[in-house]
T-cell receptor, first 112, second 115 residues
C-alpha cells in the first residue's frame, strides 16, 4: 500500500476556476513535505515546499495539517498552463537520511 | 550548469541483456536517487545514495544494482533485463538540508523498453 495517497483525478476545470487537491500520508514522523509539478513526458519539478505555517506563492497556496496527516494545494484563477500532474512528496528519516515518497499524482486539466 | 543529465535517453533491450544507465550532476549535491515511473504508479524509489561510496535500497530495488564511485555520478545497472523493467527511469539529486527541505532536481529521464 502506498504510504502517500492522492486522488488521481482528472480534475477538469474551466479557466479562472479555483481547484484544491489533498494528499494524505501515513507516517506521523514524516519530516518535510512538497508539491511537484510534472508535465506530460517531462521530469518533475518543484512547485512548492509545504511548511507548518503554510505558504503562498502567487495563485498557489499550500497547507500542512499534521494532526490529520494531510497536505493541500489550492490553485486560484486557473490558467490553461496549469494543466499538469501534481505530485505530493513526503520525506521520512530512516537512519537520519531524508528519503522521499511520492504520491501517484493528481491530474489537472484546465479547459477554455 | 547542465544540472542533472541522464544517458541514454532511449533504449530497447531484449530479455536477459544487461545495461547501465548513467546519471551525472554538476551541483555538488550529496544525495542522488534513481526512480522508475510506470503508468498509474507514480515515481517509485529504486536505490539512493547519501554520499560518495554509499548506496541504499529504496522501495523497489530487486533486479537493479547501483554504484556511486564519484560524487557527481550515480550508475544504475540491470544485470538481466526483464519485460517488467520496461519503464521510464528518472535520476534526481539534492543537497542534504537541516529539516529535510531539500529540493530534488531531476534529469530528463530514460525510456527503456525490454522485449
Amino acid at each position: 500500500r502506498k504510504e502517500v495517497e492522492q486522488d488521481p483525478g482528472p480534475f477538469n476545470v474551466p479557466e479562472g476556476a479555483t481547484v484544491a487537491f489533498n494528499c494524505t500520508y501515513s507516517n506521523s514522523a514524516s519530516q518535510s513535505f512538497f508539491w511537484y509539478r510534472q508535465d506530460c513526458r517531462k521530469e518533475p519539478k518543484l512547485l512548492m515546499s509545504v511548511y507548518s505555517s503554510g505558504n503562498e506563492d502567487g495563485r498557489f497556496t499550500a497547507q500542512l495539517n499534521r494532526a490529520s496527516q494531510y497536505i493541500s494545494l489550492l490553485i486560484r484563477d486557473s490558467k490553461l498552463s496549469d494543466s499538469a500532474t501534481y505530485l505530493c512528496v513526503v520525506n521520512e528519516t530512516p537512519g537520519g537520511s531524508y528519503i522521499p515518497t511520492f504520491g501517484r499524482g493528481t491530474s489537472l486539466i484546465v479547459h477554455p | 550548469n547542465a544540472g542533472v543529465t541522464q544517458t541514454p535517453k532511449f533504449r530497447v533491450l531484449k530479455t536477459g541483456q544487461s545495461m547501465t544507465l548513467l546519471c551525472a550532476q554538476d551541483m555538488n549535491h550529496e544525495y542522488m536517487y534513481w526512480y522508475r515511473q510506470d503508468p498509474g504508479m507514480g515515481l517509485r524509489l529504486i536505490h539512493y545514495s547519501v554520499g560518495e561510496g554509499t548506496t541504499a535500497k529504496g522501495e523497489v530495488p530487486d533486479g537493479y544494482n547501483v554504484s556511486r564511485l564519484k560524487k557527481q555520478n550515480f550508475l544504475l545497472g540491470l544485470e538481466s533485463a526483464a519485460p517488467s523493467q520496461t519503464s521510464v527511469y528518472f535520476c534526481a539529486s539534492s543537497y542534504s538540508r537541516q529539516g529535510g527541505y531539500n529540493e530534488q532536481f531531476f534529469g530528463p529521464g530514460t525510456r527503456l523498453t525490454v522485449l
